[in-house]
């Protein structure tokens, strides 16, 4: 039986914590967001936010509308009220082309946070998930004007740094993430780049996929499918 | 229907919470405040007093030796307080001495501890000291109960004031303030890399912007101190060396021309390469920073004092007016060098990572990172330096002989 498979049973037998030994060394972990498939539910969001109790005004995870209009590739009207949360106002039919852009922390491997930290809290696991040590974190903020995402930000009553975990604790045993969990139309995908058998691997070879700011030189692990050029 | 509502409203919200444009949704509140505006203009301050006083004892440049001591101690008096509005930032302060116990070597802001305490322990205090030690050790036996105390204790012991023994300090001292010129470069350089290293905000990330705030930490600590010299000389009663402050004139105008010189290459070479943030950053300078960023930092806080400098040098000028026009461009130097800060670390948290929107800074009055704390903050050190001043006369050389010998 594979892995996940026996980690769900341990989970409806409402005993997670004795999910299969986990390898840190046999993981790498990344998401592949297929941005065509994104109808700007909210889904993600919520679940998310449910998931890991998430203050309200703040995002692990948000979604943001595109409209690109003809000619005018580099000024984009973009929109995520409340993160996207509740979804979107019906848009205008006039010119362009209208999409959604989930986003959330890139957990990179070359991660200018990780790097800025001045006491080491935030840190890149054995595999690649950018975590941050609440017990340990001085709250300056530094990793919050570091990330070039908008991803970070200091949780209002813990005075701590907060981002997106990728639902360690769910994946850890076995499980995918909140938001990949109910997306309804398969936008977000976890995975696992050091599994040769994540089909990951095809999609990678036959799709045009890119990483947000590849200027950045981060080792983003966020893969994006279409990901239009006005997308920042 | 309810949901357009609120949606609605929700848009509403965020304008009238001051925000254009798209901002990601993290981004809307900033994150540095005022207080971090006043860390490397305090820091700043203490290197830049530091470079003045190292002319005297490096550069043998005499005319400045009346502010000599008053620059240490102005420089001592800063750095003191140069922490304060960084452990009252942070979320958890009481964690902040794990910055010195398991610093992380990546980190640009984890050398900061060191650096500073380096610069104070190993060069001010050690340079006051060494100074100083033949006025403690005189006062320390011409004054009476607890004051003799104190000043038995700063002898640390050593005594012997011998012809031999302060030449030993004097030679000692040269040498510290020679390692404390580039450790002054270090303090101020090393705090305009804090912002410089940061690629994702184009609005920081410059290779010149250590550069940018070292010279420009000389303008104000030699502005400030000048100030100070003349404040303190007039509530004195005693009559203000004037070649020592055309000196310090002087040197504040070479100084602001290269500082000056440095941003408006930066500026320059921003506009005529234009990428991507460009559009953004223009925005803002015409909106948001116009006030900041041109009236009060360049036009106020820079070409203002500059001419007047240019004048006092081009044309010999009445003592008197001289002195006020000195006055008045030191003021506005560091009223320029305060908004120069208040641009980089506001400014620069104004614009969204996405060049798409903009948000507001809205300082409190009352609250933990507010404009009084602020304010408190920036005087606190003329407090520190009112009472240093009482303890170690910067005049005390006269004072004390006349005291020992009974003249």
Redesign the interface.
Known sequence: MPAAAVAWKAVLAGTPEQAPNYKLSDHWWGMLIDVPKCIGCGNCVRACQAENDVPDGYFRTWVERYHVEDENMTNPEVISPDGGKEGFPVAKEDAGKYFFVPKMCNHCTDSPCTQVCPVGATFVTPDGVVLIDQKYCLGCAYCVQACPYGCRYIHPEKKVADKCTLCYHRITKGLTTACCENCPTGARQLVDLKNPKDPIHEFLKTHPVQVLKPQMATGAKAYYNGLDGSVR | MM??L???L??QVKVMNGVE???????IGL??SVLIVLYPFITGLVAGAFILASLERVFRVEAVKPTYRLALLTALSFLIVAPLP?QL?????E??P??YF???S?????M?GYVYLWYLMAVLVFEIWLDYRRDIVLLSQSTKGPVQWIYKVMTLGSDNISPRSLHIDEKVGWIVTLIGIPSAFLLHGYVGF?FG?????PWWSSPLMPVVFIFSAMVSGIAGVMLIYMAMTKLRGQKIDIRCVDTIAMYLFYIFIIDFSLEMLDLIHRIYEADESFRSLNFMVHTKLYVPHIVIQILLGTLTPLILLFITQLVKLPEQVRKRMYVTAGSLALVGIFAMRWNVVIGG?LF??????YTTYKMALVTKEGSLVAAGLTVLPLFILWALVKLLPPWTAEHVRQATTGD
């Open positions: 949901c357009d609120a949606m609605f929700g848009e444009g798209f901002m990601y949704p993290n981004e994150q540095w960084l930032h942070l979320g958890h302060p964690r902040s794990e910055m398991t610093p992380h990546t980190s640009a802001m984890a900061f804090i290293s940061i690629k994702a905000n948290q969204s990572k996405s060049f798409l929107g």
